[in-house]
């Protein structure tokens, strides 16, 4: 059985950095597309980035591009999301989410992705 850990979340100001990390155990992680999602309180979790089993990535949020990447370690079996020029608007908890059989991202539905890691907190306050 496929488990998610998130870690890496943390309080930063407006304009700083952070990179989370989505650790598995249980499985190793390829053949597996990775997606990260966030919720802010009072809104729908959205899908944010996603990484396909091929090292593709699919970038679901506009408001991210250019400020945030995917990548992933098949040796540490741990997926990344490098965050930069962080806005207040991208305070959430952030979710790292597995789901296997294809070599293409899926469409951003919470639905398509089968394991769910538990989340992290990233606060941008000044």
């Known amino acids: 059985q496929l488990e998610l850990v998130e870690s890496g979340g943390g309080s930063v100001q407006p304009g700083g950095s952070l990179t989370l990390s989505c650790a598995a155990s249980g499985s190793t992680l390829d053949g597996y597309n990775i997606g990260w999602f966030r919720q802010a309180p009072g809104k729908e979790r959205e899908g944010v980035l996603c990484i396909s089993s091929g090292g593709g990535s699919t970038v679901y949020a506009d408001s991210v591009k250019g400020r945030f990447a995917i990548s992933r370690d098949r040796a540490k079996n741990t997926v990344y999301l490098q965050m930069n020029s962080l806005k207040p608007e991208d305070t959430a908890v952030y979710y790292c989410?597995?789901?296997?059989?294809?070599?293409?991202?899926?469409?951003?539905?919470?639905?398509?992705?089968?394991?769910w890691g538990q989340g992290t907190q990233v606060t941008v306050s000044s």
């Open positions: 989410a597995a789901t296997y059989g294809t070599r293409l991202c899926p469409v951003p539905n919470i639905g398509e992705y089968d394991y």
